[in-house]
């Protein structure tokens, strides 16, 4: 019953930088933890992000620590993804998601209980 819509996402030039923004239905959101994880083509969805309800915890793939930074607003029901220093490698749709037991910040898919429809991330040379 939770609806999440990305959006932010496009093409840019390495070394560029981009905003991704997940608005969320709900009334609970601050109770939810949130993570953002991305998916190229043949690949499996691998997590990039999360965060914890209060916004007060955070987490980080190694491939993008230091150069992204998650955060939410929850007056907004709205979580961020700010990716600097952008590389092709970084090329995928972006998904947000919610983990309703969103106790702790989980890095596998099968915690998150509902799904954005994703936004494409583009990154040339």
């Known amino acids: 019953q939770v609806q999440l819509v990305e959006s932010g996402g496009g093409l840019v030039q390495a070394g560029g930088s981009l905003r991704l923004s997940c608005a969320a239905s709900g009334r609970t959101f601050s109770r939810y933890a949130m993570g953002w994880f991305r998916q190229a083509p043949v690949k499996e969805r691998k997590f990039v992000a999360g965060i914890q309800g209060s916004g007060t915890n955070t987490r980080y793939t190694d491939s993008v620590n230091g150069r992204f930074t998650i955060s939410r607003d929850n007056a907004k029901n709205t979580v961020y993804l700010q990716m600097n220093s952008l590389k092709p490698e970084d090329t995928a749709v972006y998904y947000c998601?919610?983990?309703?037991?969103?106790?702790?910040?989980?890095?596998?898919?099968?915690?998150?209980?509902?799904w954005g429809q994703g936004t494409q991330v583009t990154v040339s040379s």
């Open positions: 998601a919610v983990d309703r037991q969103g106790y702790y910040i989980s890095t596998v898919p099968p915690s998150y209980d509902y």
